[in-house]
């Protein structure tokens, strides 16, 4: 998922360039429609951009937060088999006697 938005974000950033060249030309031959349309083309190319750039950190933090999870997850596993081998042994104890 992360590798999908760096690609993106890479083309969305290349796209900006590419929609300013093209701006340049089409508004030499018809400034009025292709302008505003073009404004709005580049303002939705740069909300996109910023929104691509939230998720990235919200994915990263995301994943952070399961590795500490997981890293949790391992310690009360040991923990609980640690437990059930002393509650074996005593309880073996206790039959022996």
Known sequence: MRKLIEKL???LTGSAAALSHLR????ESRPDAIEARLDVLER???IQATLNESVDVQIKLIYAMLEKMQKRLQIVTIVLIATATLTGLAL??????
């Open 24 to 27: 340049k030309r089409l508004t």
């Open 92 to 97: 073996a104890a206790a039959w022996m006697r």
């Open 9 to 11: 974000g890479l083309l």
């Open 44 to 46: 939705a190319m740069e």
